[in-house]
C-alpha cells in the first residue's frame, strides 16, 4: 500500500509540475499576444500619420495649382493651355491681368488620357509661380462667373482629396 500511495504521490508531482510548465507558456504566449496587438496598433497610427503627411506633402505642392473646369477638348492643341488661360484670364479679368505679373509655371490637361465612359472634358491644371497670384485670381473670380468664348466654367484650387 505504501508503494501505490508513493506512485500516486510521484504521478501526481509530475502532473503538477506539468501543469505549472503548461500555465507559464499559456502566460508567454498570451504576453506575446498583447505585445503583438500593441505592435500592430503601432503601425496602424504610424500608417494614418504617414497618409496625412503625405495629404499634408500633396497639398503644399499643389498649392500653387488652379483647377479650371468646363474648357471643351481640343482647345488647347491650337494655343497650348498656358496661353488658354492667360486667354481665359485676359477676358475675364483685364485688370488683374495688368494688376499682376501673372507667370504660369506649366499648364496641362489632368489625367492625360481621355476616358470614353466621361462625357465632359478633363480639367485643365495651371501651376502659378505664386500663391498670392492664385489667391487673388480665387478672390476675383468668387464675385463673377467665368467664361470662355461665352461657355460658363469653373475654377478651383487644386488639392488633394
Known amino acids: ?53 503625405l495629404r499634408e506633402l500633396s497639398d503644399t505642392i499643389r498649392r500653387c495649382n488652379v483647377r479650371i473646369i468646363g474648357i471643351p477638348e481640343g482647345e488647347e492643341k491650337e494655343k497650348g493651355a498656358e496661353s488658354l488661360f492667360k486667354e481665359i484670364m485676359a477676358e475675364n479679368f483685364p485688370t488683374l491681368v495688368r494688376e499682376i505679373d501673372l507667370q504660369v509655371t506649366e499648364a496641362n490637361r489632368s489625367p492625360n488620357f481621355i476616358n470614353a465612359r466621361r462625357p465632359t472634358p478633363r480639367h485643365i491644371v495651371v501651376k502659378l509661380a505664386k500663391v498670392n497670384d492664385k489667391e487673388k485670381i480665387l478672390r476675383t473670380a468668387r464675385q463673377k462667373k467665368l467664361t470662355y468664348k461665352g461657355t460658363p466654367i469653373r475654377r478651383l484650387s487644386d488639392f488633394s482629396a
Open 1 to 53: 500500500m505504501k508503494n501505490t500511495i508513493e506512485e500516486i504521490k510521484k504521478n501526481l508531482d509530475a502532473l503538477n509540475s506539468r501543469a505549472d510548465n503548461m500555465e507559464e507558456r499559456i502566460s508567454n504566449l498570451e504576453d506575446g499576444n498583447i505585445e503583438l496587438l500593441q505592435a500592430e496598433e503601432e503601425r496602424e497610427a504610424r500608417l494614418i500619420r504617414n497618409e496625412e503627411t
